[in-house]
Nanobody, 126 residues
Framework: EVQLVESGGGSVQAGGSLTLSCVVSGFTFDDYALGWFRQAPGKEREGVSCYKRHTGKTHYYESVKGRFTMSADNGKNTVYLQMTSLEPEDTGTYYC???????????????????WGQGTQVTVPS
């Protein structure tokens, strides 16, 4: 059974930093993408970043470029999202997700990710 478990959320002042973790287990696919998404109250879920296994590349959405860094520790089956210069607009529930056999190119939309974690809350008060 594939499981993704996020942790590391919390409340942080604007300008601060936070690192989220996502432990992936039961995942045995040869080709995959791992993504971070977020959803603010009353808004649609949006992409944050993704890592594509067959290209080894990480992509970021415009709203977080230069501030967020996605990385992985394969030995721990864990992906991280380092978030710096946090803004109130970054507030939301953050999810990690996995997509099997993604197409080439940029990050896929959330509807193509088959496996999801339960989410972790990030709050940046205004």
């Amino acid at each position: 059974e594939v499981q993704l478990v996020e942790s590391g959320g919390g409340s942080v002042q604007a300008g601060g930093s936070l690192t989220l973790s996502c432990v992936v287990s039961g995942f045995t696919f040869d080709d995959y993408a791992l993504g971070w998404f977020r959803q603010a109250p009353g808004k649609e879920r949006e992409g944050v970043s993704c890592y594509k296994r067959h290209t080894g590349k990480t992509h970021y959405y415009e709203s977080v470029k230069g501030r967020f860094t996605m990385s992985a520790d394969n030995g721990k089956n864990t992906v991280y999202l380092q978030m710096t210069s946090l803004e109130p607009e970054d507030t939301g529930t953050y999810y990690c997700a996995a997509e099997t056999y993604p197409i080439d190119g940029y990050c896929s939309g959330s509807n193509l990710y088959e496996y999801w974690g339960q989410g972790t809350q990030v709050t940046v008060p205004s």
